[in-house]
């Protein structure tokens, strides 16, 4: 079963910019969607961002289009998540997951069965 653990998150201005990395371990990414999903305080966590392993399709939340990238180095069995224009309202823990690639497109939190422990944003002047 595919381990994951998310790294990069932290502080930064309202406008900045941040990468986060999902490395994976106990198995390679083929044959998964690997998705970023994130939960604010006293909200559900909200998807966020997917990439398909058989392909590369990316996937987006309505409110990160235009600023947040997905991508993947399967070499290095590693997934990351660009942020660039950030806002207050990025802030959450941001957790990596894997599913099926059936799930790639819908991003049901549901769907995804293998989570990291999560990695915090913090947007704040």
């Known amino acids: 079963q595919l381990q994951l653990v998310e790294s990069g998150g932290g502080l930064v201005q309202p406008g900045g910019s941040l990468r986060l990395s999902c490395g994976t371990s106990?198995?390679?990414?083929?044959?998964?969607?690997i998705a970023w999903f994130r939960q604010a305080p006293g909200k559900e966590r909200e998807p966020v961002a997917c990439i398909s392993s058989s392909d590369g399709s990316t996937y987006y939340a309505d409110s990160v289009k235009g600023r947040f990238t997905i991508s993947s180095d399967n070499a290095k069995n590693t997934v990351y998540l660009q942020m660039n224009s950030l806002k207050p309202e990025d802030t959450a823990v941001y957790y990596c997951?894997?599913?099926?690639?059936?799930?790639?497109?819908?991003?049901?939190?549901?769907?995804?069965?293998?989570w990291g422990q999560g990695t915090q944003v913090t947007v704040s002047s």
């Open positions: 106990g198995s390679t990414l083929d044959g998964y969607g």
């Open positions: 997951a894997a599913g099926p690639l059936v799930a790639a497109q819908a991003m049901g939190v549901a769907d995804f069965g293998s």
